[in-house]
């Protein structure tokens, strides 16, 4: 079997031929479109052209995505995509199956299969990205919901009294871009020239303005891990994304947890918290667990 493997970012398309192995056959990337859907749908064909033959394609992408309808609900960061039936209009340029998911649960579906999750029943993973994307496993299963938005944990409100700024969604006060512009304000950088990698090489130095940064992210990553432990009762959280490759964010985000059961009143059920296993190569492999799971057309 040989599908097309699609990890569709806000600014590039990842792609690979793989096999249901999960063997990488080939692979590249390509700039992803700005301007529309036509020009997205033009885009992944000629990524069809050049590897045929295929007998599917599998798609990762941004959004709140119906994947029996094959149908985007919400584009996320490709707007273009609201109100979308993208299989439908895909398959009249590439006539073979095609799924498609969106990126935060394909990430879920890679640990639970090969990953940090193939050894439980119920988890969830945490992707920190541009925002948050979240993943729900429940009996080694991805939990999808009614609309197609369960694990959508971005949306979660923290503070009730400001509900109309966007500052108080945990996606954006939580996000990897947070934690740089968090440190950028206490060294009175360029927000724009400060990158993950630059906070972490600081927090390794011990650099106190980045432990303090880091410290505060991790709290309100700990405080929403803790609620969401106390409604699903998983077994494991992994965290993914870029900074998930720092072991200081794993470590110190344990800490913080480990804070709120010690202060914690009432006895509550304990979760472990890992880094993902797989880092930029998730999106793809969960694409194609969905596309051999069978949620095609």
């Not at 960061?77 to 590439?94: K, T």
């Not at 303005?209 to 077994?235: G, H, K, M, P, Y």
């Amino acid at each position: 079997m040989r599908v097309l493997v699609l990890d569709i970012g806000g600014t590039f398309i990842k792609y690979a031929c793989m096999d249901e192995s999960m063997e990488f056959l080939a692979r590249g990337r390509t700039s992803t479109p700005r301007d529309g859907r036509e020009e997205l749908i033009e885009a992944i064909g000629r990524i069809y052209d050049s590897l045929l033959p295929l007998d599917g394609i599998a798609i990762s992408m941004p959004g709140i995505i119906d994947t029996e309808k094959g149908y985007c609900r919400m584009g996320g960061a490709l707007g273009y995509n609201d109100d979308f039936y993208l299989r439908q209009s895909l398959y009249r340029r590439c006539p073979v199956k095609i799924s498609m998911e969106n990126d935060a649960k394909c990430a879920a579906l890679a640990e639970a299969a090969a990953g940090s999750l193939r050894d439980v029943n119920d988890g969830f993973v945490l992707i920190f990205g541009t925002m948050i994307g979240g993943g729900y496993i429940k009996d080694r299963k991805l939990h999808r919901g009614k609309h197609s938005s369960a694990g959508e944990v971005s949306y979660l409100i923290t503070d009730r009294d400001s509900m109309a700024s966007l500052d108080t969604v945990w996606g954006n006060r939580c996000s990897a871009l947070r934690l740089c512009r968090m440190y950028a304000g206490r060294k009175g950088l360029d927000p724009d020239q400060v990158d993950g990698v630059q906070v972490f090489q600081a927090v390794n130095r011990r650099d106190r303005d980045a432990l303090d940064c880091l410290e505060q992210f991790s709290r309100e990553i700990a405080v929403q891990i803790f609620n969401l432990q106390t409604v699903l009762d998983v077994e494991r959280f992994a965290i993914g994304g870029g900074i998930s490759a720092q072991p200081a964010l794993i470590r110190s985000v344990r800490a913080q947890l480990q804070e709120l059961y010690r202060h914690c009143p009432y006895t509550v059920s304990q979760v472990e918290v890992v880094a993902c296993a797989f880092q930029n190569d998730a999106n793809l492999i969960g694409a194609l667990q969905c596309f051999l799971q069978g949620t095609t057309a």
